[in-house]
């Protein structure tokens, strides 16, 4: 039986793939994980590997529009009888819609879909039994889309509550690459409360090497459901970054994404060849408190503007123009509503209630440290605890958003190696 | 001072505790002999019978020739006629020498003799590497005998489990086979004075926890309470099972825990093809325990090489610390 190559669902909403480039022509022979062909989405563009090894053929065009599940070629054995191409195992991509079950969604080259057998451990196979639940109404959040008990339970959980509501808790966190660039990548993990588009300032000094940005869970476009503790958190943002399946990576986190790409470094130290942390956290109890709760309760541009002035060093960076787009990004209530949950499990009381200064002084990664002297969130003389291995780049006049007060000095910085 | 009834416990080593289960043995009862080689005057390869000699005299406390084939022989001869002999290997990797001896006869002969016999002798076998004694004195070769139906086989991790486990083998009227890991004779702890037993076929929890099960032997228990500690900050909980006893194996906690927990791991210093590794996990695999499983198991256990010299190598051959705590946290953060 030949493979199946599908086309990949590469981030949350994407319904179709456009084929930029065939890496390998038909008739040639191909090794499970070679590049195979080039895919763009409206927002990103990535490589696809083969699913197995074997010889290509039936191949959809480039610059052909595939629906996510869909076949885009088959691979066959060496010496297989090559006739039409076969008929397809995936389900159509509307009925997947109706009942999500795509097992490692965001995996480039996940295997192909069959409709018989899936992932789900035996606990969550007993679990569903007795509960009467249909495994293949259960998204799976174990490695390459096992389902496990946490899985069924939220399922029942999302039931309970509302009918409607997407099991939670699941699926992977949204992805973006850049485009081009080569050597090791940077993994870019944004604060509490921003998105992956706060590093587009800085992204222009990096674009010589591949770029990865991770929206962290109810943030962006990432699920809008709150994880119950900073390990839970953590522990996404470890299954993210072992999804994309790097040799190694930078890390580059800002906020409280430096005290995740800690969390990330300290259990997969060999694969962080670097981190860069801009005003982290997690090394201090000290938080602005207020702060972070008018940002997360602001509803329009008048009561978010104020708030976030207390970012940056200086106010005039933050224009009416940028507040009201700032505003438009966080219209969404469900959004708002997971980060006030997300803050008051990781801030409660104003007060940072996760440490990573462990991690920090036992990490044996080349790291450093830039935080701006005029930081009105997080004091950056928590920078000091740092142990003398680690780099500091203390700066006069900026505040907590270096990456966009001074974008070029950080971008340089992020750039120059460790 | 100790309330009545609860014994006096002293800090002794895991050799001293053996020497002392002899002691009280040999005072006891006088069928009990200690017989190998060089266990007189030079007190033992690792000085584990030390004076006893001096106390006992030559008639109890019997060097015999170098033939491990021919003192197993004379051991096994003697339980058969009435004494309670402990018969002491120099190093573990010499039972290939006795395997005649020790699976033909003291396993087989109660069988073969409908049960008109028995065999109570007690074989003690210094085990494992990490002593730089290279591929032939430094191999773990518990799972051969714990292939032997008509063996009971132990692996105490504790000095009082070692003084516990050696009183009860002599209590018992087959055969068993103790396996003592030499880098274990000088570790330390609090072991209860006087005559108990350590049950034979019962496994130890010796931390309880959530996220997953740690079945471990020997001195693999040591290290896997090592990384339960390292974990606990990380905020994994990890439950460490010492087995203690590999025939018969304690089937009910290891099933229980795993039903537990959902997660297994299993350490040992064994070749890790074909070994205790093996069992447990086809244990749970073959039991309801199945239903529990959250992930697949992890077997983490000596590689397919002899035990080298060079110090390095042989630390790469056999689970450390690091190579635990590194399963340990693939499988809390969902990497298995």
């Known amino acids: 039986m030949p493979v199946e190559v599908i086309m990949p669902k590469v981030d949350m909403d994407m319904i179709v793939g456009k084929i930029m480039a065939w890496h390998v022509a038909p008739g040639e022979a191909v090794v499970k994980g070679d590049p195979l062909f080039d895919i763009e989405t409206d927002k990103a563009a990535m490589e696809v590997e083969a699913p197995a090894s074997g010889i290509l053929h039936h191949t959809v065009g480039e610059g052909a529009e595939v629906a996510i599940g869909q076949p885009v070629a088959w691979l066959y054995a060496p010496g297989e009888i090559v006739g039409d191409a076969p008929r397809t195992n995936s389900e159509p991509a509307a009925k997947m819609a109706k009942a999500p079950r795509p097992p490692a969604p965001e995996k480039a080259g996940a295997e192909p879909t069959t409709n018989d057998k899936f992932r789900a451990s035996p606990r969550a196979r007993k679990m569903a039994q007795q509960k009467g639940i249909a495994l293949d109404t259960v998204m799976g959040s174990g490695p390459r889309g096992r389902i496990q008990s946490m899985d069924v339970q939220d399922h029942i959980e999302a039931k309970s509550t509302t009918p409607a509501a997407p099991a939670k808790n699941t699926g992977a966190l949204h992805i973006t690459r850049s485009k081009g660039g080569n050597g090791i990548p940077f993994v870019l993990l944004h604060g509490f409360a921003a998105d992956a588009a706060s590093w587009a300032s800085v992204e222009t000094h990096l674009s010589h090497r591949p770029v990865i940005r991770i929206d962290l869970p109810a943030h962006g476009r990432s699920q809008l459901h709150a994880p119950p503790s900073f390990k839970d958190l953590a522990s996404r943002l470890r299954s993210a970054f072992d999804m994309l399946d790097l040799e190694t990576a930078h890390i580059v986190g800002h906020s409280l994404g430096g005290a995740l790409a800690l969390a990330i470094a300290d259990t997969r130290p060999r694969k962080v060849s670097g981190l860069t942390l801009i005003a982290p956290a997690g090394l201090g109890p000290d938080i602005n408190g207020d702060a972070l709760n008018g940002i997360c309760r602001a509803t329009r541009a008048e009561s978010l503007g104020p708030w976030l002035k207390t970012l940056v060093a200086d106010d005039k960076i933050v224009s009416d123009g940028y507040v009201r787009a700032a505003m438009q990004t966080r219209e969404n209530a469900d959004l708002r509503a997971a980060q006030r949950t997300l803050a008051d499990t990781l801030f409660p009381d104003g007060v940072q209630a996760f440490d990573m200064s462990g991690p920090l002084d036992r990490l044996d990664v080349p790291t450093r440290i830039i935080w701006g002297k005029q930081d009105r969130i997080i004091p950056w003389k928590h920078a000091l605890r740092a142990r003398g291995q680690v780099a500091l780049h203390l700066f006069e006049r900026v505040g907590h958003m270096p990456q966009i007060e001074i974008s070029e000095e950080v971008g340089k910085l992020i750039a120059t190696p460790l | ?336």
Request: glycine letters at 10%; proline letters at 6%.
């Open chain 2, 1 to 336: 001072m100790n309330a009545p009834g609860v014994p006096e416990t002293r800090e002794l080593s895991y050799a001293q505790a053996i020497r002392e289960a002899m002691d009280i043995a040999l005072a006891e009862d006088e069928r009990v002999v200690l017989m190998g080689e060089d266990i007189g005057v030079y007190g033992g390869a690792f000085q584990v019978t030390g004076d006893l000699v001096e106390k006992y005299g030559t008639e109890r406390v019997i060097d015999t020739p170098i033939s491990e084939l021919g003192g197993a022989g004379v051991a096994v001869g003697a339980a058969l006629t009435g004494l309670r002999p402990i018969f002491e290997f120099q190093f573990s990797d010499f039972a290939t020498l006795a395997m005649e001896q020790i699976v033909n006869q003291a396993a087989k002969l109660r069988f073969m003799l409908g049960g008109a016999v028995s065999v109570p002798v007690v074989m003690r076998f210094p085990a494992g590497s990490g002593t730089g004694a290279a591929a032939q004195h430094s191999q773990s070769l518990e799972a051969w005998l714990g292939h032997v139906p008509g063996l009971k086989v132990v692996q105490p991790s504790t000095p009082e489990d070692a003084k516990g486990l050696l009183l009860a083998a002599l209590d018992d009227p087959d055969p068993v086979m103790i396996f003592e890991h030499k880098l274990l004779y000088k570790s330390k702890g609090r072991v209860p004075a006087g005559r108990y037993a350590t049950p034979i076929g019962k496994a130890a929890i010796r931390r309880e926890g959530r996220d997953m099960t740690i079945v471990a032997t020997s001195i693999m228990v040591l290290k896997a309470l090592e990384v339960a500690k390292t974990l606990e900050a990380e905020g994994i909980d990890a439950e460490v099972i010492d087995l203690r006893s590999i025939r018969p194996i304690d089937r009910n906690t290891v099933l229980a825990s795993v039903r537990r927990t959902g997660r297994l791991i299993c350490v040992y210093e064994g070749v890790k093809t074909l070994g205790i590794g093996a069992e447990i996990s086809a244990m749970v695999a073959e039991s309801d325990a199945f239903d529990f499983l959250e992930s697949p198991i992890v077997r983490l256990g000596g590689a397919e090489a002899p035990i080298p010299y060079n110090p390095e190598l042989e630390k790469a051959v056999v689970p450390q610390i690091p190579d635990i705590l590194d399963a340990a946290r693939r499988m809390a953060n969902g990497q298995v």
